[in-house]
């Protein structure tokens, strides 16, 4: 089954320098791809650059800034295929954002045709 | 509870086990159980009790199950489906259709219901509610709450358990650390019920403490950390004092009057060994202190000669551990027992906001009050505990007390 990893933190809560962070993120995709369990993931810009929408009656209104304003925000997801949750659990406990933020992870839902 | 409910009752853990672990669904397992005991209640009355009630029960759930699985035509389950008919051409394929064993998967079950996705409280729910087939109604009152919150607490942690992708296995040895207090502590709830079981004939529900024994035997074998053993150690000796609890006279009997020549010493031999094992591990933790606690009781010949200064500083160490009031008044208990009369009573009074609809609260309110000859006070404190009381062997032993303070007063 598919899992979501959304990594949530803290935009200045990085214990590393950015470049060491980003060798670390390398190894753990690498640890992925040997795996063979990465179906996407990405890292996302800052939250200042957030913009969201919503249609009420037809309308969209168009706000600056993200939905909801947290000390934690979503920087980044991995989709990856797991057996169960627990093998999802343990590959989110892996992602080096993990140290300082929090990973939740969630089923990605199915629908029968 | 008639007969067919008791059999009922002490087939599902096994059978819903097998069921959920086919079917991945705790509630359509559980669907498929209640359909075949539906079934068995209506054709064992008229063609007899089959020998092998949890194989019946097994095969004929298994093949509602497969009905289920078919009629929710889900893509998700043709490989259910198909690993459910195998296992089931397997069993009918034996000389007789129910002459063989339910495969026991509760370990694993145990293990799921105790997932650390799903909040301790639904855990304990969970397992008491499938893997010892408790009612509702029994799982509300071990947790002083409500029957609806205790049933949607259920229904919420099956539904994350089907749709989170929880899986059904016993966890790998470097997640066990993490899993296993949860996995206790129902252990300990299951056995605890099984003596304080307020709707049975008897106070002592042999088969859940069995099971309850059983399980931490298993868990002892599987992981032999120091709380395990202490939680083994306990229920032994709580086990070994079950032919002593009760006479063809006497339903109930405190264990200040139980006759000790019934103490099963065994069992007691075995619990003191498992004490010495998690002793050696210099981790104190709260089953080990009870289990101590227990110890001492089994080593003493009599009441008056238990060792009570020490197991008034056990449960202090106990209470360091896990404040809880229930622990502060079996402390102030052992302070009275002890000597300190006067002093455990206004101990004990200081808890009475938390534990004003406990029972024991008020009757060791009223055995302190007796002892410091205030009749009054006493006799209406057995009166609370009367009221509060929903076991009728707990209410005639509690009334026939009342009696002898009446006589004493």
């Not at chain 1, 993120?25 to 992925?32: D, P, R």
């Not at chain 2, 003596?195 to 599987?222: C, F, H, I, N, P």
């Not at chain 2, 009054?376 to 509060?388: D, T, V």
Request: aromatic share 8%.
């Amino acid at each position: 089954m598919q899992f979501l990893a959304l990594i949530y933190a803290g935009e200045d809560q990085d214990d590393v320098d950015m470049e060491t962070l980003i060798a670390q993120y390398q190894v753990f995709e690498e640890q992925l791809d040997t795996a063979g369990i990465m179906h996407g993931g990405n890292a996302l810009e800052p939250i200042s650059t957030a913009t969201s929408v919503r249609v009420r009656n037809g309308q969209s209104k168009v706000i600056d800034g993200p939905f909801a304003e947290t000390k934690e925000q979503l920087g980044g997801y991995y989709l990856l295929e797991c057996k169960d949750l627990d093998e999802a659990l343990e590959w989110a406990a892996k992602i080096p954002s993990a140290r300082y933020g929090t990973i939740e992870v969630r089923p990605v839902m199915v629908f029968d045709q | 509870m008639n007969n067919l409910a008791r059999i009922f009752r002490a087939e599902s853990g096994k059978v819903l086990a097998s069921l959920a672990y086919w079917s991945r669904d705790l509630q359509l397992a559980e669907d498929a159980l209640q359909d075949a005991c539906e079934q068995a209640a209506s054709k064992w009355p008229i063609q007899g009790v089959p020998s092998n009630t949890g194989a019946w029960l097994h095969l004929v759930a298994k093949r509602k199950l497969i009905d289920k699985l078919r009629q929710q035509q889900s893509q998700k389950n043709d490989q259910k489906l198909r690993l459910i008919e195998e296992s089931l051409y397997v069993d009918s394929d034996t000389i007789a259709e129910t002459e063989y064993e339910v495969p026991d998967e509760r370990l694993r079950l145990i293990f799921t219901c105790c997932h650390p996705a799903l909040n301790e409280e639904a855990q304990v729910a969970l397992t008491l509610r499938t893997l010892c087939g408790l009612e509702v109604r029994e799982i509300a009152r071990a947790y002083l709450t409500s029957e609806a919150a205790i049933g949607q607490r259920i229904t919420r942690a099956k539904k994350k358990i089907r749709d989170a992708g929880i899986s059904y296995e016993v966890p790998k040895s470097e997640q066990l650390s993490v899993r296993l207090p949860s996995v206790l502590k129902v252990i300990y709830l299951i056995y605890n019920e099984s003596y304080t079981a307020y709707q049975g004939q008897s106070l002592t529900r042999l088969d859940l403490a069995s099971e309850a024994v059983r399980l931490s035997l298993v868990m002892v074998k599987l992981i032999p950390n120091p709380e395990v053993l202490g939680l083994a150690a306990l229920m032994l000796f709580h086990d070994s004092r079950r032919l002593s609890r009760c006479s063809d006279v006497e339903p109930y009997i405190p264990l200040e009057q139980q006759d000790r020549s019934f103490w099963d010493q065994k069992q007691i031999e075995q619990a003191n060994q498992f004490i010495q094992q998690a002793l050696q591990f210099k981790q104190r933790g709260p089953y080990q202190i009870q289990a101590a606690i227990s110890a001492l009781h089994a080593k003493a010949k009599s009441w008056e000669t238990t060792d009570w200064p020490q197991i008034q500083l056990l449960y202090m160490s106990l209470l360091q551990l896990q404040p809880s009031p229930v622990i502060a008044l079996n402390l102030g208990i052992a302070k009275a027992n002890a000597g300190q009369v006067q002093q455990a009573y206004s101990d004990v009074l200081a808890l009475s906001g938390a534990l004003q609809h406990y029972q024991p609260y008020h009757a060791a309110c009223a055995e302190l009050e007796s002892r410091l000859l205030l009749s009054e006070k006493a006799y209406c404190s057995i009166s609370k505990a009367i009221g509060l009381t929903k076991n009728s062997i707990e209410r005639d032993f509690l009334i026939k007390k009342r009696g002898l303070l009446a006589q004493k007063g």
